[in-house]
């Protein structure tokens, strides 16, 4: 029985994280979706660009990584100096 009182503390804590990562995922999403409506609903003001979803990231840094490494692997040793 005093195992699963230890086990008491740290379980509530992750059970508070847990919700709390998923209110700030959350609140991301929606004010995401709020953004792009207003931007929809307003196409004639000046707005600076969305910032690019997670997923588009991940694919941007990919390409770059990919590039990368195509102009390292060009060329033969001798050039390198």
Do not use: C, N, Q, W
Request: glycine share 6%.
């Amino acid at each position: 029985m005093d195992y699963v009182i230890a086990l008491v503390p740290p379980i509530g804590l992750l059970v508070a994280l847990v919700v709390i990562v998923r209110a700030f995922l959350g609140a991301d999403r929606s004010e995401r979706e709020a953004e792009k409506k207003f931007r929809a609903e307003h196409p004639d003001l000046e707005l600076p660009p969305l910032p690019p979803s997670r997923s588009s990231v991940a694919g941007a840094l990919a390409a770059a990584e990919r590039a990368e490494d195509t102009d390292t692997d060009t060329g033969s040793a001798g050039d390198r100096r």
